[in-house]
């Protein structure tokens, strides 16, 4: 089952300049498309017009806003011409991915599959690289540890079971739950997925360490394996 972050969607191919102020303070700036945001963060360093104009050259070479988080200095001085404007980007995506970022688990407390999936997002939505993460349960489902195990290519040669065992057995975890990011965004699971859960589960039975769930992170979602069947 795949589940998604709480976020209304955009409409990005509408692009309005005129009353923008006025709908936010009617509707919100949920009601703007990405383009209009972009618009209203550009207007700030260039007249209307200029505006427009650096908006649609954006739109026109990345089809998605969240690229912009990810262009470098040189890209965007060769895209919008201001030094300033490096700086302000930056701060304005750290400040956007602070937001969403949510509190760290804290050791100790329940929580459920679906809380932890949407705290996987946060922390893995955006990684460049896979990486992945080993959540540690006692007998009542407290967190005793969740810690970043491997980062790389993941595939059931790379990752052994015996460096995630060896953890839970070093901290008497009852239960463990695995999770880990899609890069793509896509969180469909691979055969190499699917395999080494297969692993973790046959290797979990023998040492009498339950595997509750394998989740595949995507950049706004995840995917159960436990909810689709995958692991039964």
């Known amino acids: 089952m795949l589940y998604l972050k709480g976020v209304s969607i955009l409409l990005t191919n509408r692009f309005e300049p005129k009353g923008l102020f006025e709908r936010i303070e009617r509707y919100t700036a949920k009601n703007l498309s990405d383009q209009e ?4 963060f550009l207007n700030n360093f260039f007249n209307k017009e200029e ?10 070479q990345y089809s998605d806003l969240r690229q912009l988080n990810y262009l470098t200095d040189q890209e965007l001085l060769f895209l919008w011409g201001k030094p300033e404007l490096i ?13 969403m970022r949510r509190p760290k688990m804290v050791l100790g407390r329940v929580y459920t599959s679906q ?9 893995l ?12 349960l006692d007998t009542k489902n407290q967190i005793l540890e969740s810690r970043s195990v491997f980062t790389g290519t993941l595939d059931a040669a790379t990752v052994h079971p015996r460096e995630i065992f060896s953890l839970a057995l070093r901290y008497c ?18 055969r190499n997925d699917i395999e080494l859960t297969e692993r973790l589960k046959k290797c979990g039975e023998i040492m009498g360490i339950k595997l509750l769930d394998h989740l595949v992170v995507g ?14």
């Open 37 to 40: 945001l972009i618009f209203l």
């Open 51 to 60: 505006a427009g104009k650096k908006t649609a050259l954006f739109f026109t």
């Open 87 to 99: 700086k302000w980007k930056k701060i304005f995506c750290e400040l956007a991915f602070r937001l």
């Open 115 to 123: 809380e932890i999936g949407k705290q996987m997002v946060a922390e």
């Open 125 to 136: 939505g955006t990684a460049q690289q896979e990486k992945l993460v080993v959540i540690l």
């Open 173 to 190: 975890a009852a239960r463990l739950l695995v999770a880990h990011n899609h890069p793509s965004g896509d969180p469909v699971p691979s």
């Open 219 to 232: 950049s706004t979602c995840y995917l159960s394996m436990r909810e689709e069947g995958i692991l039964n």
